[in-house]
């Protein structure tokens, strides 16, 4: 019989579509809902159980067990993938979930003894995970993340809920070389953003199986990058879009593009900018939700992808979602802004997508020019 | 023997790497030199500039051109002279007194000695570019017979000698595209250049210089540029592919006729960057892989100085289609009469790279080179240079720290970028404070051009200019120096220790406000003195 844990932490990522960032604390969740938020995380971690099950075959089906709590901490997500549980842990009834609930899971299931550990959710959850079970070489199983935060600042994480699946498939099997690797706990370090710098703090480590390009590296500082890099950027963005809106995302690139432009936008949140040839740009939506971003009708959207990980879409950006996407025009209306060193920084690994809707990601696949500065494009490969 | 001559301790593990060399102990010298423009003293001089010989046909020059005060340069005898540039020379790390393996792409082979001779010829050193044609029969018949020997070497079909080498002949080509789409009339439709992230940024540079738009293709798994991505570049807007092969890595690209196919069946020109053409010498043609123009550096691969801003030369060669493109003049045979001839007639050329017809000295050590070795022994050469890299990459990369990246175990054409990220990740220290290392031993490397693609870059280039001794003793440098670094990092990251001026801060080189080329702007901007 083959054991895997699970952890789901409910609330996590719901900020994201809703511009609230991160969901840390229940203050934040509730607001993320009165604005609309669905919750995603349940959807994700089932995803991963089915892409587990799959690759596991019909026959090792029936010899998989998810030790899990009860309810939306994890057994609605096993049930959802059609597998069997061992309820370990139930939170009291009608009641917010927490970071206890999390940490009271995650010890009662490495209790039972499990051959992996999955939660789903995002940094601050990784940092719950990581206090329950103490510091690598004495955490008793490995762990991976299922990815539903909104800042996955955390190296402890696989690229998509499907690529979780297939990491732990192949760790569980034991055929294919799959070694284990300490992997880092980060989160955002919230002083340094008030200083105006995205940058991470490393928590610790978590005992992660590695599958290079299936799970995701860490977020890497950002470093400045040169004024004329960014003014090349900058000149190049306001060349394509002439007169019309650009929704611009978060990231200290798309800040310095903007202020090249000559506004201020908010370093995490996503912003729009409207732009006229020969004018100041004016700043139409900041930190803007999915509806917001959604009214402003036809938009270019503009990207950099976070340094070290790649990832271009569904990392601190989820509400540029599917829908919004689907609205702008596609892949036409991308505009992907990145300087030649972050590019060069992925050693060759693709810039990642995971908007939660497998046909846009397949859709936006393949190579795409990224801007890297006046006149001047390298084609890159954007992946799933 | 005494305690500053004894040989510096060698481990078991660098003695097995590295075939126990001894290394030596150097000290760079430290003189407390003023600058020429601060020595002499008036009225001293060291040579008599003869007046040119009127048999010559030289013209006078006029008299509006003329200094109404004589020019403010130093004035000295030749021994003082001589002296300054001696001290000077030993506070370098200069080409006749290291082994120059870690130059990287700018290949630093042996220039011979002997062909000085024949720049030192007063037929030679006494040339004037404005004489007549029939005064210099002589020097027009080396550059046209080095033409035809690089036409030969290329197989393309016309050259020109008058570009500068690197950038300048890199963008006499890129002139040459875009004179070629203006006469066809696409030159607004076609207004992108395809290069690679590995090819020389001058390729990126002439293109967008050139008024073209730059798409930048990255590699694969395996290290070579992306097909699929050159696929996805490729369109009715592509001008031409700028391509480097070997690239920088040191890994040639075996699907090259299909990249230049690919180009080609979309329109576009295919230029060929020979920077890195000392391993493939005699083995491999431009032209056989299909392209419609090519460059050398005559310092990279025919062995004249380098040029660093200097007396660079450049040789740019072309299809037939593309001939009549190139710089003017050219310089033409009259079979009949057996006499050369300065060709400026040329209406659809892209004009004068340079002035007059090229950098004369070098392309004299150029022919000189290729004369003595001929075909057998241009190809020994290459293979030479291939044989000296694989036999310092298999010592290289057993040193601890050290990898490299793509084409795993397979081997090298005549350059390596190894890669220090390991030991940056077990040391702290970057493969800058390792080349900073390597000056106490008297020597030094070249990381990368940027961006950093391969982590923690070192690029190392023997040419067939070493001995086995010479790679063996490289090779014990570097395992000494990773020795350090895991064992004394500090040693490691606060050096140079032995060197005329410690770690350079190189924010002023791209400052002008400090920089200073000349003693004029040195004046100005150091010593602060006004009017200047």
């Keep these: ?384 | 023997m005494t305690a500053s001559h004894a040989p510096v301790p060698v481990s078991p593990e660098e003695a097995r790497i590295a075939g126990k060399p001894r290394l030596r102990r150097f000290q760079q010298a430290s003189w407390d030199e003023k600058l020429i423009f601060e020595l002499g003293s008036p009225g001293e001089r060291g040579v008599l500039v003869p007046a040119a010989d009127p048999s010559l046909g030289m013209p006078a020059i006029p008299a509006a051109l003329r200094r109404s005060d004589p020019p403010a340069l130093p004035e000295m005898s030749q021994q003082q002279v001589l002296r300054h540039y001696l001290r000077l020379s030993q506070e370098n790390l200069g080409a006749d007194l290291n082994i120059d393996v870690g130059q990287g792409t700018c290949t630093m082979k042996y220039s011979p000695k002997v062909n000085d001779q024949f720049v030192r010829d007063p037929r030679i050193a006494a040339l004037h570019p404005l004489q007549d044609e029939d005064t210099v029969q002589g020097v027009l018949g080396i550059i046209h017979g080095l033409e035809q020997l690089l036409k030969e070497i290329s197989g393309m079909d016309r050259v020109s000698l008058q570009p500068g080498a690197g950038s300048a002949a890199i963008y006499t080509n890129v002139a040459m595209i875009r004179a070629y789409f203006a006469a066809r009339g696409e030159l607004d439709q076609r207004d992108e250049v395809i290069t690679t992230i590995f090819s020389h940024p001058s390729n990126a540079a002439c293109a967008k210089t050139a008024g073209f738009k730059v798409i930048t293709l990255h590699p694969d798994a395996d290290g070579y540029p992306d097909i699929e991505a050159l696929r996805a570049a490729v369109g009715p807007r592509t001008a031409a592919l700028l391509i480097t092969n070997p690239e920088d890595t040191g890994i040639y690209n075996p699907r090259i006729e299909e990249f230049v196919r690919i180009v080609h069946e979309a329109g576009g020109l295919c230029s060929y960057d020979q920077a890195n053409a000392n391993g493939v010498l005699g083995i491999t043609r431009a032209r056989d892989a299909g392209f419609d123009l090519c460059h050398f550096n005559l310092h990279k691969t025919f062995s004249t100085p380098h040029a660093c801003g200097g007396p660079a030369a450049g040789a740019c060669a072309v299809t037939e289609e593309l001939a009549p493109y190139l710089p003017r003049p050219t310089v033409e045979l009259d079979p009949e009469t057996g006499t050369y001839r300065l060709d400026d007639d040329r209406p659809g050329s892209v004009g004068k790279m340079r002035p007059f017809y090229g950098v004369v000295p070098n392309l004299v050590r150029a022919y000189a080179w290729i004369m003595s070795l001929g075909a057998e022994g241009l190809r020994a050469a290459a293979e030479t240079a291939v044989l000296n890299n694989n036999y310092l990459l298999h010592k290289v990369r057993q040193i601890p720290g050290v990898s490299v990246p793509y084409a795993a175990g397979r081997p090298r054409v005549e350059q390596v970028r190894y890669s220090w990220e390991k030991l940056h990740q077990d040391t702290g220290l970057h493969s800058e404070d390792i080349g900073l290392r390597a000056a106490d031993f008297g020597t030094h490397y070249w990381t990368s051009h940027h961006p950093y693609v391969v982590p923690e870059p070192m690029t190392l280039e023997p040419t067939e200019s070493y001995t086995r001794a010479d790679l063996d003793e490289y090779a014990a440098i570097l395992a000494e120096i990773a020795r350090e670094a895991y064992e004394d990092p500090e040693t490691v990251r606060t050096a140079p220790h032995r060197s005329t001026i410690h770690r350079v801060r190189p924010e002023a080189l791209d400052d002008p406000a400090v920089w200073a080329v000349s003693w004029r702007a040195y004046r100005r901007k150091v010593l602060g003195e006004a009017g200047r």
Excluded at chain 1, 40 to 67: H, Q, Y
Excluded at chain 1, 322 to 345: D, H, I, N, Q, S
Aim: net charge neutral.
């Design chain 1, 1 to 384: 019989m083959t054991r895997v844990g699970l952890v789901v932490n409910p609330v996590a990522g719901l900020g994201g579509r809703v511009g609230l960032g991160g969901t840390d604390g229940p203050d934040r969740a509730r607001t993320a809902l009165s604005l609309g938020a669905r919750p995603l995380a349940g959807a994700r971690a089932a995803a991963a159980l089915g892409e587990l099950a799959a690759r596991a075959g019909e026959s090792a089906r029936d010899g998989l067990l998810v030790v899990t709590a009860a309810g939306r901490l994890g057994a609605d997500s096993v049930a959802a993938a059609g597998l069997t549980e061992r309820i370990v842990y139930a939170a009291g009834a009608g009641r917010d979930t927490s970071a206890a609930d999390t940490a009271a899971t995650v010890r009662a299931v490495v209790a039972e003894g499990v051959d992996l550990l999955f939660f789903a959710g995002g940094d601050g959850t990784a940092r719950d995970v990581l206090g329950a079970l103490g510091s690598p070489g004495v955490v008793p199983c490995p762990v991976l993340g299922v990815p539903t935060g909104v800042k996955m600042h955390s190296a402890v994480f696989a690229v998509s809920p499907r690529a979780a699946g297939e990491v732990a498939a192949a760790w569980l099997a034991r055929t294919g070389g799959v070694r284990l690797r300490d992997a880092e706990v980060m989160d955002r370090d919230e002083d340094a953003l008030g200083e105006g710098r995205v940058t991470s703090r490393l928590f610790g480590w978590l005992p992660v199986p590695d599958v290079p390009v299936r799970v995701q590296q860490r977020k890497t500082g950002s470093t400045a990058a040169s004024p004329e890099a960014v003014g090349g950027i900058a000149a190049e963005v306001a060349e394509r879009v002439g007169e019309g809106l650009l929704v611009l995302g978060p990231g200290s690139t798309t800040r310095a593009v903007a202020a090249a432009l000559g506004a201020d936008v908010s370093l995490t949140g996503v912003d729009a900018l409207a732009l006229r040839p020969g004018h100041p740009p004016r700043i139409v939506a900041r930190d803007a939700g999915e509806d917001t971003l959604l009214a402003l009708g036809p938009a270019w959207i503009a990207l950099s992808p976070i340094g070290g990980q790649g990832f271009l879409l569904g990392r601190g950006n989820q509400q540029i979602s599917p829908r919004v996407l689907r609205a702008a025009g596609g892949r036409e209306r991308l505009l992907v802004l990145c300087t030649e060193t972050k590019l060069a920084a992925l050693g060759g690994r693709p810039l990642l997508l995971d908007t939660g809707d497998d046909a846009l990601d397949a859709e936006l696949s393949g190579h795409l020019p990224v801007i890297t500065g006046r006149r001047r494009t390298s084609l890159y490969r954007l992946a799933m």
